[in-house]
């Protein structure tokens, strides 16, 4: 009689130990690419289509000349910001679809791309529109019942970062074996150094605005390790939900690839100071 032969054990999607050089490097892209869509994309060619004249460009504001301009031109442009990112969100997710069987740093920026994105607008209205601070300060200052638009805007920014997280947090668990997902520790250790790194670079640039220090605090950190903070809490609550990655996935290996680490060197020393200089 002959014995079946036992069945190979399917190799792990991921190593035990992600390096962290290539996924931190991935987030220093991600929130350049953030940047430039809310800042020159969309405030930008806002104030470009309204006929409005943008004087300066940077990591953490547009300058343009509102003097002159109706309030709802102003408001527009305020409120495109945030729009540039959910432009690039909506991107980011058909490159997610069309990367599902590409190497795992394709797949990875494309999900971090994505729900980073969502956050950030998501953050900016729930974070600093009852404060009124920001753009959405700007969007409602003199509008009628002021207070009304602000809970409204708030509750609107709960809501898209309530479905960011929960997207991020399914579409992520598609990358992670099943032997990382208990506790979630997995996921978390595979965002939080894209998050750290992004976060820290768009600081960096942000202080080197030459317009207003404030925008440091409100633009830069604020957006960075405020806004994108939810990533974290997708890493862990993709480790703890049901799911993993398919059969026959590519594996999660990691090189590092130094074509990523340019966008730090732009990110800081082209749009920290702004453009034109």
Known sequence: MTRNPTPARAQPLAPPHVPWRAPAAIGVVVDLLGAIFHEAIGHGLAALALGLHPTLVSSVELSVN????????????????????LVLAALARL???????????????????????????????MVMTLPGIGDWGDFVHGLPRPLAWKLALTALGVAISIYGLLWGARTLTALLPSAGRR??????RLVLPPYLAGSL????????????????????MAASFGGTSWVLWAGALAGARPGGAEPGSPALRWQPHRVWLVAAVVYIAV??????R
Do not use: D
């Open 201 to 220: 670079v768009a600081t960096l640039a942000g202080a080197l605005n030459p317009t207003n220090p404030k925008l440091i605090l409100i633009s830069a």
């Open 95 to 125: 490159g997610w679809r069309a990367a599902r069987r590409a190497p795992a740093p394709a797949r990875f920026f494309w999900w971090l791309l994505a729900t980073a994105n969502v956050q950030v607008p998501g953050g900016y209205l």
């Open 271 to 276: 749009l920290g100071p702004g453009l034109p």
């Open 183 to 188: 506790g979630g520790g997995r996921g978390f």
């Open 66 to 85: 509102l003097a002159g301009a109706a309030a709802w031109k102003a408001r527009t442009v305020a409120a495109a910001g945030c729009g540039g990112n």
